[in-house]
T-cell receptor, first 113, second 115 residues
């Protein structure tokens, strides 16, 4: 049973427009959510995160929204740039002590120039 | 400061062969992780090590063994490789792993093909 789901395997957006990547989760114990970005032949790199006590977190062009009642989070990229073309993974974690992330399956974003 | 390094970058094995994937980090992190990435499956945790001297199974540990050699190094061993282990393997580390707000740092990956 996949606890973190990214139902859109791919997304294409025109340069300058908004990219919206979605992620759903099933485990209500998750208290922290992260987005990672991955370029081909590289490891994932941390992009932005949000605690379950918040509903929004912004960092420059990137904003993550959390809707706990719907168990849904989204990543908004505005404006989208060709360099944003990558695979985006959402991940969730919970609790304290040694913990593990649960990753979604990823969404491949292509920003068209 | 190289972060997390992995060797080799690529490897081709025949079914039944063994090999060890190496991972090292120079950030003085306590916890280290091994993941595999398969198409449509995201990143799945194989094993992790909370601290030097400890290891624990993740979601998909079958067919693998690990060794936390010291604080810097965490290796993943395939004793008898199978085609189902064809994947991209990522090592990651994290500082304290005490709070769920910590983030992981990933290595560049090892692309393994088992024929």
């Amino acid at each position: 049973d996949q606890q973190v789901k990214q139902n859109s395997p791919s997304l294409s957006v025109q340069e300058g427009r908004i990219s919206i990547l979605n992620c759903d989760y099933t485990n209500s114990m998750f208290d922290y959510f992260l987005w990672y970005k991955k370029y081909p032949a590289e490891g994932p790199t941390f992009l932005i995160s949000i605690s379950s006590i918040k509903d929004k977190n912004e960092d420059g062009r990137f904003t993550v929204f959390l809707n706990k009642s719907a168990k849904h989070l989204s990543l908004h990229i505005v404006p989208s740039q060709p360099g944003d073309s990558a695979v985006y993974f959402c991940a969730a974690s919970w609790g304290s002590g040694t913990y593990k992330y649960i990753f979604g399956t990823g969404t491949r974003l292509k920003v068209l120039a | 400061n190289a972060g997390v390094t992995q060797t080799p970058k690529f490897q081709v094995l025949k079914t039944g062969q063994s090999m060890t994937l190496q991972c090292a980090q120079d950030m003085n992190h306590n916890s280290m992780y091994w993941y595999r990435q398969d198409p449509g499956m995201g990143l799945r945790l194989i094993y992790y090590s909370a601290s030097e001297g400890t290891t624990d199974k993740g979601e998909v540990p079958n067919g693998y063994n690990v060794s936390r050699l010291n604080k810097r190094e965490f290796s993943l061993r395939l004793e008898s490789a199978a085609p189902s282990q064809t994947s991209v393997y990522f090592c990651a580390s994290i500082g304290q792993a005490i709070l769920s707000t910590d983030t992981q740092y990933f290595g560049p990956g090892t692309r393994l093909t088992v024929l």
